[in-house]
């Protein structure tokens, strides 16, 4: 059983900063992928990065450049790292563990960002 825990969410002006933390607890060494994903209203949710055990990252075209994607020493928290925000990454931001994506083992519950114009 893995639980993952978000937060750092919030209300930032468009041009902000914001940095995600995820607090993964259980057998979470079994899950290869980390990532951060993402669920605007009326919209489906949506990959934004991954990172796995050996550090190798990707990215959404729609955050590049802007979003950086880390994991903690003990490899049991993940950040997300949000630079130049724009109205439009506001969203419910999820953490997710996976062995294989884009199938989803694990969901976090969510933390709420929102970027004001």
């Known amino acids: 059983q893995v639980q993952l825990v978000e937060s750092g969410g919030g209300l930032v002006q468009a041009g902000g900063s914001l940095r995600l933390s995820c607090a993964a607890s259980?057998?979470?060494?079994?899950?290869?992928?980390m990532g951060w994903y993402r669920q605007a209203p009326g919209k489906q949710r949506e990959l934004v990065a991954t990172?796995?055990?050996?550090?190798?990252?990707t990215y959404a075209d729609s955050v590049k450049g802007r979003f950086t994607i880390s994991r903690g020493n003990a490899k049991n928290t993940v950040y997300l790292q949000m630079n130049s925000l724009k109205p439009e990454d506001t969203a419910v931001y999820y953490c997710?563990?996976?062995?294989?994506?884009?199938?989803?083992?694990?969901w976090g519950k969510g933390t709420l960002v929102t970027v004001s114009s």
């Open positions: 997710g563990a996976a062995r294989s994506p884009p199938s989803v083992d694990y």
């Open positions: 259980g057998r979470i060494f079994n899950f290869n992928y």
């Open positions: 990172v796995t055990n050996g550090g190798s990252t």
